[in-house]
Every structure is written in C-alpha cells, then in structure tokens.
C-alpha cells in the first residue's frame, strides 16, 4: 500500500475543524501520523489565519478514490464548495504525494503543485518525515525546508486532539523571532 501525504488547513472554526478532520481520517485509515501544527496567514486572499499541518498513512485506495475519499470527509466538516477556491474554509485536505509517484497519475499531477512553495505545507512535511524524499525531486522535506527562500509569517502553536497535546515544543527545525520559521 503507497504511503501517502496530505495536507491539513483550516481557517474557520480551526481547532474543531482540525480536530474533527484528523477523527475522521483515523476512522478511515486507521494510523495516522500527524505533523505539529502551525498557525499561518491566508495566501492568496485576505482572509482569517490557518491552522496547517501534515498528516501521512498508508491507504489501499487509488489515487482518484483517495481524493474523492478526501474531499468527502471535507463536506462532512462543513466545507461549503459554492465558495471561490481561494476563500476561508473550515477544512481542506490536499494530496500532496501518492507512494514514489512522480508526474501525473490517472490525471492528478504528484508531487502536489506548490509543496515547494509554501511554508504551510512544507515546514509540517520536514517536522512530520525530515528523512523522507520528495517524489521527483531527489531531495529530504528537510533538505527542501532548509533551503526554502520564502518569507510566509509562520509559527507553531500547540494543539490537543483525542486528549493528547501536539506541541510547538516538538519542533526540529526553530523557530525565528520574525516567524518565517527557520534561525
């Protein structure tokens, strides 16, 4: 079974939105492994802040059938799709990688467009699995964070779900005084 990443946002009801999308992953795919958890501005619309992180597990599931798995457990959190795309949403799961999968696959293109690009998806990713490598790419989460030249105000904060605290103190990488998310 392909070992898969997604991305995790919020920026309505965030922390019941979070919490309410990781239960439902977990009943779907049973373990979970879950990044800390960030707090960034909107980008690409003025909009409240997002909490993101990253989460990974093994599915048995297709591509296109994990997406469709996705976005119904977005709907179920109250996800309103009449809303443009870049607009506040109460979740938002997105397929980052698939496995090795590089290129497109049954018509989704992998690694997802912008991983490189955004600190919300790629400090969680080098928190989550530093070691992994980047389909494609050839190049750690971490090796990729290490170098990102971005300038997104981005921090941790500390986050419970099912009783347990996911810290801001489990970061391996710092945090700067600006923010941006590296010393």
């Not at 070992?3 to 309505?12: A, D, E, M, P, Q």
């Not at 093994?58 to 997406?67: F, G, K, R, W, Y």
Request: with cysteine.
């Amino acid at each position: 079974m392909p070992k898969v990443f997604v991305s995790v946002g919020s920026s309505l009801h965030r922390y019941d939105s979070v919490a309410a999308g990781l239960s439902k992953l977990v009943e779907r795919f049973s373990a979970l492994q879950v990044s800390p958890v960030f707090e960034s501005e909107a980008v690409g619309f003025a909009g409240p802040a997002f909490l993101n992180l990253a989460v990974s597990f093994s599915t048995e599931l297709a591509v296109n059938d994990l997406i469709r798995c996705l976005k119904d457990i977005e709907d179920s959190c109250g996800r309103n799709r009449s809303l443009p795309k870049n607009s506040p949403q109460t979740l938002d799961l997105d397929l980052l990688t698939y496995g090795d999968a590089s290129g497109e696959l049954e018509g989704i293109v992998l690694p997802r467009p912008g991983l490189l690009d955004h600190a919300f998806v790629l400090w969680p990713l080098a928190e989550l699995a530093p070691n992994e490598v980047c389909p494609g790419v050839n190049k750690t989460f971490a090796e990729l964070w290490l170098g990102w030249q971005g300038d997104q105000a981005l921090h941790p904060v500390d986050f419970i779900w099912q009783g347990n605290t996911i810290s801001a103190d489990q970061i391996r990488f710092g945090c700067s005084e600006s923010a941006i998310g590296r010393e």
